[in-house]
């Protein structure tokens, strides 16, 4: 099983300011395999981010993603009070496919 | 427009038996791989089944292999989500979703599980 840690667990940033969070897998991933999700309460998962660094129909282009084989970021530049949320990485390139235990971000 | 819709959720008693159904439209729905996705309360995501668009197939977490089986009905553009010998660490939101080249864009709203006794 691929495993992936994100960190961190929670990250404490103002409206503004550049958020960066990281993904890690136990195992190196095809960069076409690896998305970001975000979660609001009560909502189902957001697709932001696919094959690491394409963003999905619709998503601002403060959201960017990058990274290969065992490392990937996802990069929130000039976050919006509607960005904060929790965050996960998936992995979509081995069975069982895997998701990250999530980033909180929240307001500082 | 794409539409998933879970229904099939309630409370069960451990051991008992429930079968979850996604209904789906606005999409050629048997050309699509469906997964289903679950969160516990207050947890995080945790992928459960994959099935073809075919059913020729499929995939499980190691947490219900042998108890969950994975189906679907391209007639009627619906996955199904067979949960036998429920446990409580079973209880969750199950989403089903769109498997697509360009991410898995589509989640239904989920449906809450709830095994107790």
């Known amino acids: 099983e691929i495993v992936l840690t994100q960190s961190p667990d929670t990250l404490s940033l103002s409206p503004g300011e550049s958020a960066t969070l990281s993904c890690r897998a136990k195992y190196r991933i095809g960069s076409i395999y690896l998305a970001w999700f975000q979660q609001k309460p009560g909502q189902a998962p957001r697709l932001l981010i696919y094959a690491a660094s394409s963003r999905a129909t619709g998503i601002p282009d403060r959201f960017s993603g990058s990274g290969s084989g065992t490392d990937f970021t996802l990069t929130i530049s000039r976050l919006e009070p509607e960005d904060f949320a929790v965050y996960y990485c998936l992995q979509s390139g081995a069975t069982p496919y895997t998701f990250g235990q999530g980033t909180k971000l929240e307001i500082k | ?117």
């Open chain 2, 1 to 117: 427009q794409v539409h998933l819709v879970e229904s099939g959720g309630g409370v069960v008693q451990p051991g008992r038996s429930l079968r979850l159904s996604c209904t789906t439209s606005g999409f050629t729905f048997s050309t699509f791989a469906m997964h289903w996705v679950r969160q516990a309360p207050g947890k995080g995501l945790e992928w459960v089944a994959v099935l073809s668009h075919d059913g020729g197939s499929q995939f499980y977490a190691d947490s219900v292999k042998g108890r969950f089986t994975i189906s679907r009905d391209n007639s009627k553009n619906t996955v199904y989500l067979q949960m036998n010998s429920l446990r409580a660490e079973d209880t969750a939101v199950y989403y089903c979703v769109r498997d697509h080249s360009s991410g898995w864009n589509y989640w239904g709203q989920g449906t809450l599980v709830t095994v107790s006794s």
